[in-house]
């Protein structure tokens, strides 16, 4: 496969896995609103299930990002500081995938103890940290 459809379709699973990184806390959001048993199992089914498939995602965008860099050297050599910063990014979205992961478990076990406030607020992280990996790698700062 060439470069251009590697960057092609990692940017497509990307896309896709950032759909789910944004949707899930709005998820939590209603989660952490919902007093109805019937509504809070529906909410967990759905949650459940977006968080599998958005995990399927987040594998082959990682891997083709790192074929970009290790197979085409896309961001290697002097000059692409950017590069190590949009890594550093990339394991924060991982961790933030983690994160929701960790959050859902306590919603299963009924030990969330965030009000819907909260969720508002995370639901804008993997916002802030998609312009900055879009910033990173389109105006290469540095």
Same mark, same amino acid.
């Given at each position: 496969m060439g470069y251009l459809w590697v960057k092609a379709f990692h940017i497509v699973f990307i896309a896709a896995w950032f759909a789910g990184l944004f949707y +899930?806390?709005?998820?939590? =959001? @209603? +989660? #952490? $609103?919902e007093t109805n048993e019937a509504a809070q199992a529906r909410l967990l089914l759905m949650a459940n299930k977006l968080y599998k498939f958005m995990t399927l995602l #987040?594998?082959?965008a /990682? =891997? /083709?990002g790192f074929v970009l860099v290790g197979v085409y050297n896309i961001g290697i050599g002097p000059g692409n500081g950017w590069l190590h910063a949009k890594i550093l990014v990339v394991l924060l979205i991982v961790g933030y995938h983690h994160g929701c992961g960790r959050l859902l478990? !306590? &919603?299963? !076990?009924?030990l969330n103890t965030k009000g819907h406030v909260f969720y508002r607020w &995370? @639901?804008?992280v993997p =916002?802030? /940290? $998609? =312009?900055?990996a879009v910033v990173l790698v389109v105006v290469k700062p540095f």
């Open positions: +899930l806390p709005r998820i939590f =959001v @209603n +989660l #952490a $609103m #987040a594998i082959p /990682l =891997v /083709l478990r !306590k &919603f299963e !076990k009924k &995370f @639901n804008e =916002v802030i /940290l $998609m =312009v900055i």
